[in-house]
């Protein structure tokens, strides 16, 4: 979810003016995506690296999500939403993690869209800290090296209980991922839009999903093997 800094420059405000109005596209996409019977939607709303940002920005940032995160339960809730964070939490301020696992404990129940809030997270710390878990419980004889493949390295991951995408949208004219999800998005279709988040709204996110239902997806394979897979 990018662009809500330079939306709100191109209009002489402060940058948190526009993360404020970025909240307003959370509700429209999330919304969208439920409306379609989209099953997972995970949004990139605050990386390991924005740690570094100006601290004001940072600490606005915090309580912008933790009293939208409050505000916006019952509606989750009314619309069947579960919420699932992934990140370094336990990075985030106590009252923000107090928040969030709240906000978690009252929407486990639904079994609508699952709500994928990526938190204080970067791929890079993701694929550290699994491979981490693995050599501890491989010290420890819990799980033999030659046991380690794809699936076994996946229930490692912040993602394990989650699929890996099917489309990755990144707005705001930017063509690079920027440490999100890199084992994940191995397969994933790439979409592109020069709409800066705070613009971007339910028109846009199907339009990206037209445009992907127009690709062919191969996984390696050629063409002419896809064919024959439907076929059969």
Request: no cysteine; proline share 3%; hydrophobic share 35%.
């Given at each position: 979810m990018d662009g809500n800094g330079r939306w709100a420059q191109e209009k002489g405000q402060d940058r948190l003016f526009g993360h404020l109005h970025g909240v307003e596209s959370v509700r429209d996409i999330v919304e969208g995506a439920a409306e379609l019977g989209v099953h997972f939607l995970t949004l990139y709303a605050f990386s390991t690296e924005n740690w570094d940002r100006p601290e004001y920005e940072v600490t606005g940032l915090m309580e912008l999500l933790i009293n939208t995160i409050r505000k916006e339960v019952p509606t989750l809730n009314k619309n069947n939403i579960k919420l699932h964070v992934i990140g370094a939490v336990d990075m985030m301020p106590?009252?923000?993690?107090?928040?969030?696992?709240?906000?978690?404990?009252?929407?486990?129940?639904?079994?609508?869209?699952?709500?994928?809030?990526?938190?204080?997270?970067?791929?890079?710390?993701?694929?550290?800290?699994?491979?981490?878990?693995?050599?501890?419980?491989?010290?420890?004889?819990?799980?033999?090296?030659?046991?380690?493949?794809?699936?076994?390295?996946?229930?490692?991951?912040?993602?394990?209980?989650?699929?890996?995408?099917?489309?990755?949208?990144?707005?705001?004219?930017?063509?690079?991922?920027?440490?999100?999800?890199?084992?994940?998005?191995?397969?994933?279709?790439?979409?592109?839009?020069?709409?800066?988040?705070?613009?971007?709204?339910?028109?846009?996110?199907?339009?990206?999903?037209?445009?992907?239902?127009?690709?062919?997806?191969?996984?390696?394979?050629?063409?002419?093997?896809?064919?024959?897979?439907?076929?059969h």
């Open positions: 106590d009252y923000a993690q107090k928040a969030l696992d709240e906000a978690i404990a009252e929407t486990s129940t639904n079994t609508g869209l699952n709500l994928v809030m990526a938190l204080s997270y970067s791929s890079r710390w993701e694929i550290i800290n699994a491979t981490k878990k693995i050599a501890n419980d491989v010290l420890n004889g819990k799980l033999k090296p030659d046991e380690i493949d794809q699936d076994k390295y996946n229930q490692y991951l912040s993602t394990a209980a989650i699929p890996d995408p099917e489309l990755m949208i990144r707005t705001s004219g930017e063509h690079r991922i920027s440490n999100f999800l890199l084992y994940q998005l191995a397969y994933t279709e790439l979409y592109f839009t020069n709409t800066l988040w705070p613009d971007f709204r339910k028109e846009n996110l199907y339009e990206a999903i037209i445009d992907f239902q127009l690709r062919q997806r191969r996984f390696g394979k050629t063409g002419d093997q896809l064919k024959q897979d439907q076929l």
